[in-house]
């Protein structure tokens, strides 16, 4: 049974790379290890707004915002396959980029919400 569903969009031009606190903010300690392996400016600026859009969607399904979860108390890391999981059992991630946007949506089933 669902019983939350989060979306969240990023703008990733607005997404300060040069600010090392933003991203220690952001990203756990496992997520900045794929972070810092990307090659390019814009896989680091898809990936960073990625997880913030992927973040926001979570504490969205879960009804409570990013404040009460907490940025590092989310990771979202990937499968050998590339596709994106959360550290959560009940929640089902997809996110997608399109041109200078990220978007995330995320799918919680009956036994996450009252966590």
Known sequence: MIVGIGVDMVKLSRLPLERIHFIE??????????????????????????????????????HLGLAK???QNIEILNYASG????????????IT????????FVVLEKGDIDE
Do not use: C, W
Not at 97 to 104: Q, S
């Open 25 to 62: 903010r952001v990203l756990t300690p496992g997520e900045k290890a794929l972070f810092y392996s990307k090659k390019t400016e814009q896989a680091k600026r898809e990936f960073l707004g990625g997880r913030f859009a992927a973040k926001e969607a979570y504490a969205k399904a879960k």
């Open 69 to 71: 979860i907490g940025l």
């Open 83 to 94: 596709e994106p999981y959360l550290n959560d059992p009940h929640a089902h991630l997809s």
């Open 97 to 104: 980029h399109e041109k200078d946007y990220a978007i995330a």
